[in-house]
């Protein structure tokens, strides 16, 4: 058995060869490949954060994931047409710059989780599964009917947005952002569950009147958990619009949300590393599978099923059973 | 790891024959599962006969399959080109689909050839060198459609559309040439199942027709609850309403509907009658709109095969341009922004035997081109 | 806007209503009693649809169709019963969701791999086809006037069910009290089977009802699935009778919403434009419902305070 210390290092790595060796044998759709894993993976790292720490089951993060696609997106539809994205009161103009649509990205997912997080954590249990899924559906639904931008047919962003210093055009330099951004959000992700506040939002997901009895109110915790969690996901929206060039109402579908939750169950709940070892394999999962049927998604179906029922743990579990460190 | 093509199984899968100078490599992205699969296994088994017909065994066809999402078509189109090697990319069904990989696919000096998608903004403004319309533009046949009510003499249409870019272009289209009065205009909700509310609101306004785009399930479902509710008002829409794809789950809710094509089973050349039969004879079901525009295609690319390399992309373009294939719609032309020029038909639906199928019974537009080709600077 | 377009409105939404309920029912009920979640109703409500429309095309006959549908869910879900939910009951909420949602994979796919891509077709039969003609000269389609007969029927069936027989004195006891029920030597297991079997064979006859409509396709339950979650949230977790008012309300809002909202925005916006937003807005209308019953009681209309 290995200890999870070690895998976790195995893990990154892994993700770090991949695209390099991609880079060097010049097969460039596998640095694609590892950008869309990372990108995933930081999508789960911010749903982990309300999951596996604060318990919390969302099945609507797809929502803050479309948010801040469509930040980004439409920060760079503006710049491209040189249209103004308001005049008035004041005039905000778009902009490519990748730092600045982040930051866009990141306010406007968080806002929107602390407007769902307010109302739904009102509730807990399956309400709340209930509401956040209702919730994301109707974000997906008002993406729909926003003509201005594209509706169903979504915004196209001709030319992957610019980093200062970098060429983001070419998929190295782009995959080296995502993975940095998402060591970061590992980093903050690791150091809130060691914080008072990390271990309070657990103390809270374990017994509700333990954390009451000592004078904190679960509710303020876990909103600001679930907005934290919902901006980092947001972020990762953000980065998979400059991955495909292109934003739409798919990102917000429910079925992604549910796929946000396979990544994480499938690495281990509340693993620090759970989320990049799922989105890994799931990655790993769509592309070679994919491959051998065009039915693979019963096997995917059936391969979660077996996790669920036998396999609580996740990959990292079974890998490192007995030995949590 | 290539997801090879299924349908006429391997042997057609690919044809990896003698990596020749010459051989072409093609990257079929299309929508094979979820609701919309209908169009886009037409598409590739249309493709696939011309190229098996071609008989050439230097054209190597690589099937993908959209799963009618964005985001999946754009991964599947960065792995063509950056790891397959593809020369030409094609088979996208649905506009959405074509807005995210078009223009980034062009730009990576990769020929695109639409079957089916053709969004206004790539045939104006947004128009490229390397990107060629076999199908029509969006607004073409609800253009059409517009025309014919006028001469069918309707003064008083209800219209209506989902609530989507392509359903606001479809009824854009149709008011350009429609010149009556509208009884009402309706969008409807994208994926909308139940039509009863809009129907009650065609049976209350004074309309003496009904214009209507609802692709793929929506058509279904909106035909049969209007076959249901009692009004009789005369139906009109685009082919895509009442194709061969369509006819057999909507039924008999259908018959004498009035529709607009640049294609029909009926239409009376050699390459036509010659590609239905040998259609049928293939895959044992009549061929659609679709498989038309698959069938096209692939012979469009193999006309420009016989000309040119498609390593010398310059002299591969102008072979295209030419358009110098038998096109089972008859003539054939590419206009200014490599999208098509064509006769537009008027279909009726009829009973042929127990097979509900289409008749033309007569034209609506001659030698159509597009409303944005003027924006196209190329 | 005359009276008889507003009455063809409601009685629309009635139906809408009447149809969500069949669906929700089921949902509430194997929450109620099992502490259940499961994304995978909707793909009973496919099953449904899709056994309808295979038998009542091999055979013609679309009574022999319904009664497919409701043996086909049924078994479905006696079959997802004993071989998958039955191991989640003492699991928590994720791995519900999680094993449901493998379950939704596997049934989509696996219907499509059965019955290829294309929608199925399921004609109304002959007997209810075209419009009822009532005295006053209004016309409504009868199937739809048949479709709120049979749900208002199956409602009241239900509510005898659950207030008057000796399985409904099991249901409620076991939904407020689990333990109990088995100690006092209730066939905990084979209730459970049979409330999951109900409740899919609801889901199957809403599918096979609404498949006549309109096009039988893979898919065609999540839309469904996810409208029947709303309501259960409004009408109070494992309440039958809170489903029942939530489904109407939800019928009404979304199709008087869709009626009315364009033409509201129409009195202030010129048309083109007031439709789009119209329409924009009134695909939300329920969320907001929603969220409003919400902010007024958490656990909705009819639930149990926690």
Do not use: H
């Given at each position: 058995m290995i200890r999870e210390r070690h895998l976790n290092a195995l893990v990154l790595g892994a993700l770090l060869a991949l695209p390099l060796w991609g880079f060097w044998a010049e097969a460039p759709f596998m640095i694609t490949l590892a950008t869309r894993a990372a990108i995933l993976a930081l999508a789960a790292v911010g749903l982990n954060l309300a999951l596996g720490l604060g318990g919390l089951v969302s099945l609507g993060h797809a929502a803050f994931f479309g948010v801040g696609g469509y930040a980004a997106g439409i920060l760079a539809l503006h710049a491209q047409s040189f249209t103004p994205m308001m005049t008035w009161p004041i005039t905000i103009q778009g902009t490519t710059s990748m730092p600045l649509i982040w930051l866009v990205a990141v306010v406007a997912s968080a806002l929107a989780a602390l407007g769902i997080g307010a109302l739904s954590l009102r509730t807990s249990g399956v309400y709340f599964i209930m509401i956040t899924l209702a919730f994301g559906q109707m974000l997906y639904y008002f993406a729909v009917a926003l003509p201005a931008y594209g509706g169903e047919d979504g915004v196209s962003i001709y030319v992957r947005n610019a980093f200062p210093g970098l060429n983001t055009l070419r998929p190295l330099p782009f995959f080296a952002i995502c993975y940095v951004l998402l060591g970061l959000a590992l980093l903050l992700s690791w150091r809130i569950s060691v914080s008072p506040f990390g271990l309070a939002l657990s103390a809270a997901r374990q017994s509700e009147a333990r954390v009451r009895t000592v004078g904190i109110e679960p509710y303020r915790l876990r909103l600001v958990a679930f907005v934290i969690s919902g901006a980092i996901t947001g972020l990762a929206g953000a980065l998979f619009a400059d991955l495909n060039r292109f934003v739409s109402p798919a990102m917000l579908s429910w079925h992604l949300s549910g796929e946000f939750i396979v990544l994480v169950v499938l690495g281990g709940v509340g693993r620090l590393l759970g989320p990049v070892v799922g989105a890994g394999l799931f990655v790993f999962l769509e592309h070679w599978l994919g491959g051998v049927s065009d039915h693979w998604m019963i096997f995917l179906g059936a391969a979660l099923l077996l996790v669920v029922l036998f396999a609580r743990g996740g990959l990292i579990g079974g890998l490192t059973a007995g030995s949590r460190s | 790891m290539v997801r090879s093509v299924l349908g006429l199984g391997a042997v057609l899968a690919t044809f990896v024959t003698g990596a020749s100078a010459e051989g072409l490599k093609v990257g079929m992205i299309t929508t094979l599962s979820g609701g919309g699969a209908g169009l886009g296994l037409d598409v590739r088994d249309g493709f696939l006969l011309a190229v098996k017909q071609s008989g050439r065994d230097d054209i190597e066809v690589v099937v993908e399959d959209d799963q009618q999402e964005p985001d999946v078509a754009v991964q599947l189109a960065d792995r063509l080109i950056q790891s397959e090697g593809v020369d030409v990319l094609t088979g996208i069904i649905f506009s959405n689909l074509a807005m995210a990989v078009v223009p980034s696919a062009v730009n990576q000096d990769v020929f695109y050839l639409s079957p089916n998608a053709g969004p206004s903004q790539l045939a104006g403004a947004g128009c490229h060198p390397n990107y060629f319309n076999v199908a029509w533009q969006n607004d073409n046949l609800h253009e059409a459609a517009g025309a014919h009510m006028n001469e069918a003499g309707f003064s008083s249409a209800f219209i209506l559309a989902p609530n989507y870019p392509a359903g606001q272009d479809a009824l854009t289209g149709f008011k350009r040439f429609y010149q009556g009065e509208l009884a009402g205009e309706l969008y409807t909700q994208l994926g909308q199942t139940d039509y009863a509310a809009e129907i009650a609101q065609i049976r209350a306004s004074a309309a003496d027709s009904v214009f209507f785009f609802l692709p793929g399930g929506m058509g279904i479902s909106f035909l049969k609850q209007y076959a249901d509710s009692g009004v009789d008002l005369p139906l009109v829409g685009p082919g895509f309403s009442f194709d061969q794809d369509i006819l057999g789950a909507v039924g008999?809710?259908?018959?004498g509907a009035r529709n607009t094509s640049q294609w029909s089973k009926d239409l009376d050349n050699d390459a036509n009658r010659a590609f239905v039969e040998s259609f049928q004879a293939e895959y044992g079901r009549l061929p659609s709109l679709y498989a038309s525009q698959g069938f096209d295609t692939a012979n469009l690319m193999i006309s420009a095969m016989e000309k040119a390399d498609v390593a010398d992309m310059d002299a591969f373009r102008e072979a295209l341009r030419e358009a110098g294939f038998a096109s089972t719609r008859g003539d054939f032309e590419f206009g200014p922004n490599h999208h098509p020029i064509q006769d537009i038909y008027v279909r009726e639906v009829v009973l042929e035997g127990d097979v509900l199928t289409n008749r033309i019974i007569?034209?609506?537009?001659?030698?159509h081109t597009d409303a944005y080709a003027a924006d196209c600077a190329m | 806007m005359s009276l008889s377009l507003l009455l063809e409105q409601i009685l629309n939404g009635l139906q809408l209503g009447v149809m969500l309920f069949l669906m929700s029912a089921g949902l509430t009920l194997v929450f109620g009693v099992m502490g259940l979640i499961n994304l995978a109703h909707g793909s009973l409500y496919m099953i449904g649809a899709f056994a309808a429309a295979a038998v009542a095309g091999a055979t013609g006959s679309f009574l022999l169709g319904l009664g497919a549908a409701l043996a086909a869910a049924a078994v479905a879900g006696v079959l997802v019963e004993t071989l998958v939910i039955r191991r989640l009951y003492a699991r928590d909420h994720l791995d519900q969701v999680l094993a449901t949602f493998a379950l939704i994979l596997i049934f989509s796919e696996g219907t499509r791999w059965l019955f290829g891509s294309f929608p199925l077709y399921l004609d109304i039969p002959a007997p209810l086809k075209g419009p009822v003609t009532f005295p006053g000269g209004f016309a409504y389609p009868g199937y739809r006037l048949a479709i709120i007969t049979i749900g208002l029927a199956v409602a009241l069936a239900l509510f005898w069910l659950i207030a008057r027989t000796r399985v409904g004195v099991r249901i409620r006891a076991g939904q407020a009290d689990r333990e109990m029920v088995a100690a006092l030597g209730v066939n905990i297991a084979r209730l459970y089977t049979m409330v999951f079997a109900l409740g899919a064979a609801l889901a199957g006859l809403a599918g096979a009802l609404v498949g006549a409509l309109q096009s039988v396709q893979v898919g065609m339950g999540e839309p469904v699935l996810i409208l029947a979650f709303v309501i259960i949230v409004i009408g109070g977790i494992g309440s039958i009778r809170g489903a029942f008012v939530a489904s109407i309300l939800v019928g009404l809002t979304d199709t008087l919403g869709r009626f009315l909202l364009p033409l509201a925005f129409g009195m202030v916006m010129e048309p083109s434009a007031a439709n789009i937003v119209g329409t924009a807005l009134a695909s939300m209308a329920i969320y907001i419902l929603m969220a409003a019953v919400l902010v007024v009681r958490p656990t909705g209309l009819f639930g149990a305070a926690t």
């Open positions: - | 008999e809710a259908a018959l007569g034209t609506a537009l001659e030698d | -």
